[in-house]
């Protein structure tokens, strides 16, 4: 059993169980414009601007757009609703049912409690010879067994930067280590 899907499930619970405030929207749109600081900054001293003139004037900048974004966020929200909550849970509703029909039986709403037990990264190599790394987040999730609540544990397959996660099921193998006694 392999599902491909373009989110990262953990993520997706957390969008789903977020009721965005104001402190939800500042942190969202702080992650937005950092990088911008760094792009407004390069582009002052780019035109000839002193660096200590560049920097305060790409903190104005980054501020204003910090603030307008956050503002709209917040406007939106009041307006017609959390859409990143609305959509992570439609996205756990379409993945529930295609977990049903892998044989998992379970709902968005037993999703919702899913958690993740554990984490693991791994370098490979693909085709090219060209190094990756594979995330490997092992998640907890119930599921129905019988009229009974049990826990499934599905393994969430990601290569950093791409944005393809494979779910399947699976848990953490442990390995042995070898271990001598003092003679």
């Given at each position: 059993m392999k599902l491909v899907i373009n989110y990262d499930l953990i993520t997706r619970i957390q969008d789903a169980k977020d009721n965005l405030g104001i402190s939800t929207a500042?942190?969202?749109?702080?992650?937005?414009?950092?990088?911008?600081?760094?792009?407004?900054?390069?582009?002052?001293?780019?035109?000839?601007q002193p660096l200590h003139r560049s920097i305060a004037s790409a903190g104005v900048s980054a501020t204003m757009l910090f603030t307008v974004w956050t503002a709209m966020d917040i406007t939106k929200n009041k307006m017609i609703g959390n859409i990143d909550k609305i959509r992570a849970l439609n996205d756990l509703r379409r993945l529930s049912i295609k977990l049903n029909d892998l044989k998992v039986k379970t709902s968005a709403e037993l999703i919702l409690e899913s958690e993740e037990y554990a984490r693991k990264y791994k370098v490979k190599v693909n085709e090219?010879?060209?190094?990756?790394?594979?995330?490997?987040?092992?998640?907890?999730?119930?599921?129905?067994d019988n009229g009974d609540i049990k826990e499934t544990s599905i393994l969430q397959e990601h290569i950093i930067g791409s944005k393809v996660y494979v779910l399947s099921?699976?848990?953490?193998?442990?390995?042995?280590?070898?271990?001598?006694?003092?003679?």
């Open positions: 500042l942190q969202k749109n702080l992650k937005k414009v950092s990088p911008w600081f760094g792009v407004y900054t390069l582009i002052n001293v780019s035109t000839g090219q010879k060209l190094p990756y790394i594979l995330q490997e987040k092992y998640i907890m999730v119930p599921t129905y099921l699976g848990s953490p193998t442990k390995a042995f280590k070898p271990v001598f006694a003092g003679i």
